[in-house]
T-cell receptor, first 122, second 113 residues
Framework: AQSVAQPEDQVNVAEGNPLTVKCTYS??????LFWYVQYPNRGLQFLLK????DNLVKGSYGFEAEFNKSQTSFHLKKPSALVSDSALYFC?????????WGSGGGADGLTFGKGTHLIIQP | KAGVTQTPRYLIKTRGQQVTLSCSPI?????VSWYQQTPGQGLQFLFE???????NKGNFPGRFSGRQFSNSRSEMNVSTLELGDSALYLC????????????FGEGSRLTVL
């Protein structure tokens, strides 16, 4: 079974400082990894994904994430935090080694982490 | 283009009742997934539909069911509501293969009294 761990319930960062939100995963095959952000009373918004290729992935709003296969991690980063980055962040994984999409097989959807509250202080 | 539309946004039911939630994905997105979000359990996968067929199912009791129509719109139904069913129910569409990201609606917040 696949799983995702976000070890920090909350991360506090001063505005202008770099931020990191941690994520580790476990899948039996190749990981497809995603980061989403959720603002209060809203749905989730896609930030970035890693499927294959370059380990450093760049996404929306200046965020990036680094895939580390040996450490099974996919940490979210941003060089300079903004107050508007304050939100709930979710890491998610899907086993990419499943049966072809649409065949009825494969992993049971995306598995999400518990989420990390990111608070950027002015 | 229009985003994912979920209705109703808020609803209150009592134990034992049933509820139907609706989701219209972005045009061209043929896969629709449903998730339940609660403070204690986080995001949990309910089911995924593609071409009117359920493709994947999470670990929820049979009281939770869904369907998809030919225009990709989807509904989920919860029968015999329990207090623990109070949650934000999120629908998400996906355009293509499993490498694609999900596009979420803003959710339907269900309160069971």
């Amino acid at each position: 079974a696949q799983s995702v761990a976000q070890p920090e319930d909350q991360v506090n960062v001063a505005e202008g400082n770099p931020l990191t939100v941690k994520c580790t995963y476990s899948v039996s095959g190749n990981p497809y990894l995603f980061w989403y952000v959720q603002y209060p009373n809203r749905g989730l918004q896609f930030l970035l994904k890693y499927i294959t290729g370059d380990n450093l992935v760049k996404g929306s709003y200046g965020f990036e994430a680094e895939f580390n296969k040996s450490q099974t991690s996919f940490h979210l980063k941003k060089p300079s935090a903004l107050v508007s980055d304050s939100a709930l962040y979710f890491c998610a994984v899907r086993d990419g080694s499943g049966l072809p999409w649409g065949s009825g097989g494969g992993a049971d959807g995306l598995t999400f982490g518990k989420g990390t509250h990111l608070i950027i202080q002015p | 283009k229009a985003g994912v539309t979920q209705t109703p946004r808020y609803l209150i039911k009592t134990r034992g009742q049933q509820v139907t939630l609706s989701c219209s994905p972005i045009s061209g997105h043929r896969s629709v997934s449903w998730y339940q979000q609660t403070p204690g359990q986080g995001l949990q996968f309910l089911f995924e539909y593609f071409s009117e067929t359920q493709r994947n199912k999470g670990n929820f009791p049979g009281r939770f069911s869904g369907r998809q129509f030919s225009n990709s719109r989807s509904e989920m139904n919860v029968s015999t509501l329990e207090l623990g069913d109070s949650a934000l129910y999120l629908c998400a569409g996906r355009q293509g293969p499993s490498t694609g990201e999900l596009f979420f609606g803003e959710g339907s917040r269900l309160t069971v009294l």
